[in-house]
């Protein structure tokens, strides 16, 4: 497994992280917690390190489960977890907050038909909110220390200055060592690091989604940052285990996804057909061939990858020791830039 820095923090993590959202089961059609943690423990003795995670997943589920899951390995765990995102602000709070959207306990109300179930998620990082946050967390997490914390959206009202002078203070008392953000603009990193240390941006990046390679992928690389790449195998679909026929479990999000329906999923696994000789070259998996290409672009440092049993786990970390030629690189990004799909 190769190691590559977040940022300039110094702390050296897995380039394949564990992404722990599914584990969380909210809109994913839920989750089985000891299957998780065998995920878990599958991927830290594969050689991975790097465990990312939020409160957002599963309303707490997500990092109870990998508190569980590393209270006997902590020492072997580069652990990450986010603030920001809420669904039990106080009266007060939600006047300084930004609605993202609502929800059941279940899947996200992708109909905007609201229900007698469903409640909403706001976005919200004033300094009283990321307090409150941290020792949820570290009380989930069963940790005295968040290895990384990240600010999970952007959209609030509350000055960057205080964002992240909050997070500098948590970091001078020792409850964080790197911060990060996600889903953040090249603009709002500049602010952020006119107050303190920024180490790391993460954001959705794959083979499908390609914005951001002249934006943040360039700022990180100039800037020297981590990025770490979020839904890099886009859910599942560059796998190429997902056929047009394939039928998701009531729950699950892409049910609600037009990137999932039969038209799509046809021109991925056309766009995927000339990688296959690459991927059975090196006995690897589409997915391993995915990730390590993922990982070999311009400032790309790491990616994320969810799992949900071990053999998911261990097939994921196996892609961080992989090494494409020059050739190979080339001949799946022609492939990439065929795909004309969502």
């Known amino acids: 497994m190769q190691m590559r820095n977040l940022g300039q923090s110094g702390i050296p993590a897995s380039v394949v992280a564990f992404g722990a959202w599914a584990i969380g089961g909210w809109t994913w059609g839920g ?6 943690i065998a995920a878990i423990h599958a991927f830290l003795d594969a050689g991975g390190n790097l465990i990312d995670t939020a409160p957002m997943y599963g309303f707490g589920v997500s990092e109870e489960v990998v508190g569980k899951a590393i209270a006997d390995r902590r020492d072997k765990v580069v652990l990450a977890t986010k603030c920001s995102m809420r ?7 939600k006047k300084r907050a930004a609605k993202r959207f609502s929800t059941t306990k279940e899947n996200v109300d992708w109909t905007g038909e609201k229900t007698e179930e469903s ?3 706001y976005i919200y990082s004033g300094k009283d909110g990321i307090r409150e946050e941290v020792e949820r967390s570290l009380k989930r997490l069963q940790t005295d220390v968040i290895d990384l914390y990240q600010t999970h959206w952007q959209m609030d009202d509350t000055p960057i200055q205080e964002r992240m002078e909050t997070l500098m203070e948590l970091k001078k008392e020792g409850k964080i060592r790197a911060i990060g953000v996600c889903n953040a603009t090249n603009e709002e990193m500049n602010a952020y690091r006119q107050f303190g240390q920024l180490d790391t941006d993460q954001e959705k990046y794959s083979m499908l989604d390609r914005d951001l390679e002249p934006a943040n992928l360039a700022y990180c690389a100039k800037e020297d940052l981590a990025f770490l790449a979020y839904s890099p195998l886009s859910q599942g679909l560059l796998t190429g ?5 394939r039928k998701f479990d009531e729950g699950d999000q892409r049910n609600f996804k037009d990137r999932f329906k039969p038209e799509n999923v046809k021109k991925v696994q056309a766009m995927l057909d000339p990688m296959r000789p690459i991927a059975e070259k090196h006995d690897a998996t589409l997915a391993q061939l995915t990730m390590a290409w993922t990982l070999a672009q311009t400032g790309c440092s790491h990616v994320l990858c969810g799992a949900r049993t071990p053999t998911q786990a261990v097939d994921n970390a196996k892609a961080g020791s992989m090494e494409l030629s020059s050739d190979e690189l080339s001949t799946i990004s022609k492939a990439v830039e065929s795909y004309d799909g969502i």
């Open 31 to 36: 989750a089985d917690e000891k299957e998780s």
């Open 119 to 121: 409640f909403d998620v």
């Open 87 to 93: 669904w039990d602000l106080s009266e007060q709070q």
């Open 241 to 245: 285990k997902i056929t047009p026929e």
